[in-house]
Structures are given as C-alpha cells and as structure tokens.
C-alpha cells in the first residue's frame, strides 16, 4: 500500500518542542518533493515548508521561520518537521504530502500532489 504516515504530534506547552516524522510506505521518497501543510479548525489549509528531492532547498511560511526546520532523510525514507519556540496559534492537524519531480527546487504549495497523509495533531497549549 503506497502511503504517506505522519507521527510525532501531541500536547505541548508553549515554547516547546516537537518533532513532526512523515515516513513513506511502498514506494521510495528519492524522486519526491514534501510539502508540510496544517489545518486548525474553520481555518484554511495553510502551507507550512517544503523540502526538494534532494534536500537543497527548502521554503517556509513567514510565520514559522526561525522557528520550524525541515529535513529529510532519504535513507530511512522520512522527511522531518522540527518545531521550535512553539506558540498557542501553530496548534492545527499537520499533513504532509508529496508530489514525484525532477526538480530540485520547491515550490509551495504545488499544484498538485500525488500523495497525502492522514494527519497527526499538535496542540500547544499551558
């Protein structure tokens, strides 16, 4: 079964820590470019950073940068969502998702993706 499976997400106070894992079942993330997004409820879906194939380049939302680092590790097939300094409005549903390329260079958010995870909740709250 070809999927995306985010895991890391949980209670934490505010100007903790977490660490976001976006892990690919059946298929190799090498030729994939992943987007994070997340989602709070009755707002809109809102793209958080991304990460090229390769690693080389990466986009964030001004408002996680500084903040939030994304990684990827093609070895283990896991793309990385550290989360910094974290603050009561970054609570939301997190997805990432990931679009097969050549480029090596990302956008956010594409047009287009070829898979989605289900989501893990991160809540920031005292």
């Known amino acids: 079964q070809l999927q995306l499976v985010e895991s890391g997400g949980g209670l934490v106070q505010p100007g903790g820590s977490l660490r976001l894992s976006c892990a690919a079942s059946?298929?190799?993330?090498?030729?994939?470019?992943i987007t994070w997004f997340r989602q709070a409820p009755g707002k809109e879906r809102e793209g958080v950073s991304c990460?090229?194939?390769?690693?080389?380049?990466?986009n964030y939302a001004d408002s996680v940068k500084g903040r939030f680092t994304i990684s990827r590790d093609n070895a283990k097939n896991t793309v990385y969502l550290q989360m910094n300094s974290l603050k009561p409005e970054d609570t939301a549903t997190y997805y990432c998702?990931?679009?097969?390329?050549?480029?090596?260079?990302?956008?956010?958010?594409?047009?287009?993706?070829?898979?989605w995870g289900q989501g893990t909740q991160v809540t920031v709250s005292a």
């Open positions: 059946g298929f190799t993330l090498d030729n994939y470019g």
């Open positions: 998702a990931a679009l097969g390329t050549v480029r090596t260079w990302c956008v956010m958010p594409e047009l287009k993706y070829d898979y």
């Open positions: 990460i090229s194939r390769n690693g080389g380049s990466t």
